[in-house]
């Protein structure tokens, strides 16, 4: 069963920094991606990050240059590393996975696109 356990969402001031994990567990195929999503009340989720196990990344144009996607294969863990942070940043945050057996391509950005989900965690920006 693949698990994923989100951390690190706070509350911060505009022009602050959080990082955000995720712990995924169960993933047992070598072909897979793992991404960060955005929801706010009313609003359709959105994918802001994400990577994939032939190491591309894909980020929306909205967080480019502020955010990074990094993983740590070892402690099985999927990083978002926040900078220059904005209101319109504030949102739930959640982290997604999906494995195929074989390499696909993929639509990194997608929600639709992947099948296992953490909890989420909140992250509120301050003006």
């Known amino acids: 069963e693949v698990q994923l356990v989100e951390s690190g969402g706070g509350s911060v001031q505009a022009g602050g920094s959080l990082r955000l994990s995720c712990v995924v567990s169960g993933l047992t195929y070598s072909s897979y991606c793992m991404g960060w999503f955005r929801q706010t009340p009313g609003k359709e989720r959105e994918g802001i990050a994400a990577l994939d196990s032939a190491h591309d990344t894909a980020y929306a144009e909205s967080v480019k240059g502020r955010l990074t996607v990094s993983e740590d294969s070892v402690k099985g863990t999927l990083y978002l590393q926040m900078n220059d942070l904005k209101p319109e940043d504030t949102a739930m945050y959640y982290c997604?996975?999906?494995?195929?057996?074989?390499?696909?391509?993929?639509?990194?950005?997608?929600?639709?696109?992947?099948?296992?989900w953490g909890q989420g965690t909140p992250v509120t920006v301050s003006s």
């Open positions: 997604a996975a999906r494995q195929h057996l074989l390499p696909a391509h993929v639509d990194l950005l997608n929600p639709a696109e992947y099948n296992h």
